[in-house]
């Protein structure tokens, strides 16, 4: 899923100084998840805001609303009603949501209350870890179901640096060296060929080097709902 | 709780059952009668079906907004000297028999006081003050 984090208040509240009447707009997909985005924080970052220390002049009004996914052109055109008086959208969606909803109320101002962070999973209740790049042409196939262009700080593809040390990367004892973990599950699979096989330099416009990626599924939009 | 609504436009083409990513759709026909079902545990609330529909008879805003479902009703137990709601009768129920006997249901302010009041009974030995 996509994780984001929540900005500072001073930072969300600066950000929306000036504006009469502000619309905060939670998103009930991957930001609810991960705690971040849902419609609990949206009422609890709107009870937050509504505090006068936050602002020097007039504190905006403040409306909650949430929407399963902010990322859906149609669905957001279609269902999503904003009260007529609104002059800013404040969205806690990750980066792709406020992004769709900012074209659907072109020239309404859209402000993310979030940052977006990485596409991760949540490897113990309650953490999440970047798992995925979105690299373009995945090679968890040969490294044993561990990225090593997400997990290695270095994002080698042939095998560890020479910081490996026990297991771990040399930026800190705390990340464990993802060549390490890929040899050791390797070994365990009996796959250990796979280290020797070599990786030649990616072709980097697949992630994205040559502008914008688009992923398109023909006969999808046959109905046109919502147009 | 239906969630997944069709209106009087749905002809029967099948075009959500078909294309549903998540299978959350299918069809069955007993007697004459073809029906539609929807299984709400599968579904990924994509929206594709109401998209693709081209009777436009999906009413996709039961997906965003509904009412809510009761799940389970259990019976209160509420503070003994001041009426407020302490724990479920089931939770009550649950606690050790030795426990339970003991404890009467009071809310965290009347414990205190219960609890302040029995300590001061400790501390002043009968027949008098101490010296």
Known sequence: MIVGHLKSLKEIASSIAGCRQVLVLGCGGCV?????????????LARQLAHPEHFQGIVPGLAVATIERQCENDLIKSYLKIPEDTDTILSLACGAGVQIVA??????????ALTTTF???????????????GCGDCLLACTAGICPLALCAKRLLNGPCGGSRAGHCEVSDDIPCAWAKIYTR??????LNLMDEFRATRDWRKAGHKGPREHRRTGIALGTAGN | MIYFQVNEKCNGCLSCVQNCPARALDSREEGGIQTLFHNMARCARCA???RIC?????EFQHMLENRWDEVVAHE????????????TA????????KVRDLAEPLCVRHKMERQAGMQMGRQQPAGGVSR
């Open chain 2, 54 to 58: 081209p009777q436009h008879a999906i």
């Open chain 2, 76 to 87: 209160l137990v509420r503070c003994a000297a001041c009426g407020e709601v302490v724990h």
């Open chain 2, 48 to 50: 594709t079906c109401w």
């Open chain 2, 90 to 97: 089931q939770l009550r129920e649950g606690l050790d028999s």
């Open chain 1, 119 to 133: 596409m991760g999973g949540a490897d113990e209740p309650g953490v999440w870890r970047e798992k995925c790049q």
């Open chain 1, 103 to 112: 074209d659907v109320f072109d020239p309404l101002p859209v402000i993310p």
């Open chain 1, 32 to 44: 609810t998840v991960c705690r971040s985005g849902g419609d609990a924080e949206a009422h609890d």
């Open chain 1, 186 to 191: 390797l070994e365990k699979q009996g796959r």
